[in-house]
């Protein structure tokens, strides 16, 4: 969805057939400003811009994507008509700390990951229509996005895997039918279905729940046989578990949590 798209969606959900208030004030210029009320990683700046384009607001940031904030920073003032900033303030507000939250866990991931060189990747437990809005919450905290949908990236999952009679010529016919530079992942739960979907041609294993100890045996034989084969954990991943999974050599490690378990900050809107 096109943000302009989201954004004309998001409103209409809030203000409906009209701002009650809206109908009974009198216009006049106003200036606002989001101020923290707990400690956060900024993101939201991009569709918070797009509002200023399609409502005639004058947007004055203290703040970057991306950007740590603390508890009593003002992170942007909003210029503008009273009518318009008021209707529009909750739904600022939502998106904005929708975003934040994700884009604050997400960096506590990445930094305890750091100093491995393993990337940190989200996944599609997305919630319905916001698969875009959240990844690009992903990317402002620091994360790289997994695939996007079912269209840009091959993924044989278990449950794929059970309707597949013979993987190599599976294999052989996915070349000749998928996009050229589009990869196949193959998820492994064994270090024998590993060997199974390396041979088979993957381009990248899926260390799917497996042990530590499972983990670093995969990356020996990936070494060892398919060094050009990269290897992603998923399964179990906190933020206590994920600094010794990113130590068994896997390229990368995935995780819903960024984004399903991101707890909301806190935000507040003001007016000078």
């Known amino acids: 969805m096109l943000k302009e798209e989201f954004l004309k969606a998001l409103i209409a959900e809030d203000v409906g057939r009209g701002d009650l208030f809206a109908r009974i004030s009198i216009s006049k210029p106003i200036r606002a400003y989001i101020i923290a009320k707990s400690?956060?990683?900024?993101?939201?700046?991009?569709?918070?811009?797009?509002?200023?384009?399609?409502?005639?607001?004058?947007?004055?940031?203290?703040?970057?994507?991306?950007?740590?904030?603390?508890?009593?920073?003002?992170?942007?003032?909003?210029?503008?008509?009273?009518?318009?900033?008021?209707?529009?303030?909750r739904s600022i507000l939502d998106m904005v700390l929708h975003a934040s939250s994700i884009a604050t866990l997400t960096a506590q991931y990445v930094d305890a990951?750091?100093?491995?060189g393993v990337k940190l990747l989200d996944t599609r437990k997305t919630r319905p229509l916001l698969r875009a809005?959240?990844?690009?919450?992903?990317?402002?905290?620091?994360?790289?996005?997994?695939?996007?949908?079912l269209d840009d990236?091959?993924?044989?999952?278990?449950?794929?895997?059970?309707?597949i009679d013979n993987l190599d010529a599976f294999m052989k016919e996915v070349r000749q039918k998928i996009p050229f530079t589009s990869k196949v992942e193959i998820?492994?739960?064994?270090?024998?279905?590993?060997?199974?979907?390396?041979?088979?041609?993957a381009d990248i294993v899926m260390c799917d729940n497996m042990s530590l100890?499972?983990?670093?045996?995969?990356?020996?034989?990936?070494?060892?046989?398919?060094?050009?084969?990269?290897?992603e954990a998923s399964g179990n991943v906190t933020l206590n578990t994920i600094k010794?999974?990113?130590t068994t050599g896997v390229d990368?490690?995935?995780?819903?949590?960024?984004?399903h378990q991101a707890n909301w900050i806190d935000l507040s809107m003001k007016v000078e």
């Open 187 to 201: 998820e492994c739960e064994s270090l024998e279905m590993v060997k199974i979907a390396m041979k088979a041609g």
């Open 133 to 149: 809005f959240e990844k690009y919450a992903v990317r402002c905290g620091g994360g790289i996005n997994h695939r996007m949908g």
């Open 153 to 163: 990236c091959l993924m044989l999952k278990d449950t794929h895997l059970k309707t």
């Open 39 to 89: 400690d956060g990683v900024f993101a939201g700046q991009e569709y918070v811009a797009t509002f200023a384009k399609m409502y005639d607001l004058s947007l004055e940031w203290h703040v970057q994507d991306g950007e740590t904030f603390r508890k009593g920073e003002k992170l942007l003032f909003i210029s503008g008509d009273s009518k318009m900033i008021l209707s529009l303030e």
């Open 244 to 246: 010794e999974i990113a």
């Open 113 to 116: 990951i750091k100093d491995t």
């Open 252 to 259: 990368a490690i995935s995780s819903g949590s960024v984004i």
């Open 213 to 231: 100890e499972e983990t670093k045996a995969v990356v020996v034989y990936r070494n060892e046989n398919y060094p050009h084969i990269l290897l």
